[in-house]
T-cell receptor, first 117, second 111 residues
């Protein structure tokens, strides 16, 4: 049984480029959550998605960031025109049930470490 | 916004010793989560505490929750090197769509 798979594990982008981070949830899970972890900090919620729907994007910056979870395929977190401050580890979690991450057990991926140079 | 604070942020302890990590949160919550993270790795779920007075133990780790005091503790008994990691507590935000994480406690167990 594969857990949450994120790729790439490491991503280097120059300022102004686009970064696309992928998350394949645990098989059968239809709820995905994205978190960002800055160095020496805890994880900060970005967005909660269900298949084809954004449930809660209150933690997502209004500009340059977008997320989707299509009917088929992985969830994608897209960062346009990256800046140095976007350098962080981005984690994805999935759960089998709805109701939010606070109501159900979630499984985290190994993260994508984005470095903007 | 819910605030979750952990202390200490850094903890260096000798093998065989006991210690407690504290997690305070700012608004009412009836549940609390503890995770472990090894360097460069993902988060591993340790405990889910679902009610006031809940106590769970796994090996040398024991977690408890006092919802009235808005406090959870993670107690380490007779530490061993394998416990070296960063430990996070997390509480659900309003609507429980997401978890608010503490800044973590980086534990180093030295021989």
């Amino acid at each position: 049984n594969a857990g949450v798979m994120q790729n790439p594990r490491h991503l280097v982008r120059r300022r102004g480029q686009e970064a696309r981070l992928r998350c394949s949830p645990v098989k059968g899970h239809s709820h995905v959550y994205w978190y960002r972890q800055l160095p020496e900090e805890g994880l900060k919620f970005m967005v909660y998605l269900q298949k084809e729907n954004i449930i809660d994007e209150s933690g997502m910056p209004k500009e340059r960031f977008s997320a989707e979870f299509p009917k088929e395929g992985p969830s994608i977190l897209r960062i346009q025109q990256v800046v140095r401050g976007d350098s962080a580890a981005y984690f994805c979690a999935s759960s089998p049930l709805g109701g939010g991450l606070g109501n159900t057990e979630a499984f985290f991926g190994q993260g994508t470490r984005l470095t903007v140079v | 916004e819910l605030k979750v604070e952990q202390n200490p942020l850094f903890l260096s302890m000798q093998e065989g010793k006991n210690y407690t990590i504290y997690c305070n949160y700012s608004t009412t919550s009836d549940r609390l989560y503890w995770y472990r993270q090894d360097p460069g790795k993902s988060l591993e779920s340790l405990f889910v505490l679902l009610s006031n007075g809940a106590v769970k133990q796994e090996g040398r780790l024991m977690a408890s929750l006092d919802t009235k005091a808005r406090l959870s503790t993670l107690h380490i008994t007779a530490a061993v090197h394998d416990l070296s990691a960063t430990y996070f507590c997390a509480a659900p935000g309003p609507g429980a769509n997401n978890l608010f994480f503490g800044t973590g406690t980086r534990l180093t167990v030295i021989p």
